[in-house]
T-cell receptor
Framework: GAVVSQHPSWVICKSGTSVKIECRSL??????MFWYRQFPKQSLMLMAT?????????EQGVEKDKFLINHASLTLSTLTVTSAHPEDSSFYIC?????????????FGEGSWLTVV | GQNIDQPTEMTATEGAIVQINCTYQ??????LFWYQQHAGEAPTFLSY????GLEEKGRFSSFLSRSKGYSYLLLKELQMKDSASYLC????????????FGTGTLLAVQP
């Protein structure tokens, strides 16, 4: 079964509104989670690194005020797309690094489809 | 900057062997991963290389040469269900240990 759960799997929202996507590690503690965005027929693009108890680290070109990331506990990170626009429509996916792993265990969530109308 | 390059598309025949190449230039290196991704789904882990050489796992093998910044994924006895995108990803080490994905290769397996 899944060890990283994302919710919602898909969401439709109106332009200008905000939407929150949750990423939970189910049976391990994740000090670090990563958020990716994937447009159709393209690869995964890293948006930011989410660290428990501290501010997220954003990749170049990603607006931190638009994509708010909160990692309030060792099992939950949230991505909030604020003032969404149609061009934000994409597949968003998180991954978690197990704090117990030797370094090669990265788990992916199931992904969330966002459509902004 | 960081570059991880793969061929965009490949086509192969059922039962054959296909090799998908990946070249990388990253600021750090702490392992290279290969993932399979079907459209609309999350990536699934295939292999991990951190030392030079070949890692074999059933029909899938992955090779790494750190000095050349090069890896390949070898798929044997191709099946129709192997039609998918194959993503090469490099973990850059350091404090964040983040995973950077390559451009991805869309493989089409034909009868």
């Amino acid at each position: 079964g899944a060890v990283v759960s994302q919710h919602p799997s898909w969401v439709i929202c109106k332009s200008g509104t905000s939407v929150k996507i949750e990423c939970r590690s189910l049976d391990f503690q994740a000090t670090t989670m990563f958020w990716y965005r994937q447009f159709p027929k393209q690869s995964l693009m890293l948006m930011a690194t989410s660290n428990e108890g501290s501010k997220a680290t954003y990749e170049q070109g990603v607006e931190k005020d638009k994509f708010l990331i909160n990692h309030a506990s060792l099992t939950l990170s949230t991505l909030t797309v604020t003032s969404a626009h149609p061009e934000d429509s994409s597949f968003y996916i998180c991954s978690a690094l197990s704090s117990r792993s030797s370094g090669n265990t990265i788990y992916f969530g199931e992904g969330s489809w966002l459509t902004v109308v | 900057g960081q570059n991880i390059d793969q061929p965009t598309e490949m086509t192969a025949t059922e039962g054959a062997i296909v090799q998908i190449n990946c070249t990388y230039q990253t600021s750090g290196f702490n392992g290279l991963f290969w993932y399979q991704q079907h459209a609309g789904e999350a990536p699934t882990f295939l292999s991990y290389n951190v030392l030079d050489g070949l890692e074999e796992k059933g029909r899938f093998s992955s090779f790494l040469s750190r000095s050349k910044g090069y890896s390949y994924l070898l798929l044997k006895e191709l099946q129709m269900k192997d039609s998918a995108s194959y993503l090469c990803a490099v973990r850059n080490g350091g404090a964040t240990n983040k995973l950077i994905f390559g451009t991805g290769t869309l493989l089409a397996v034909q009868p």
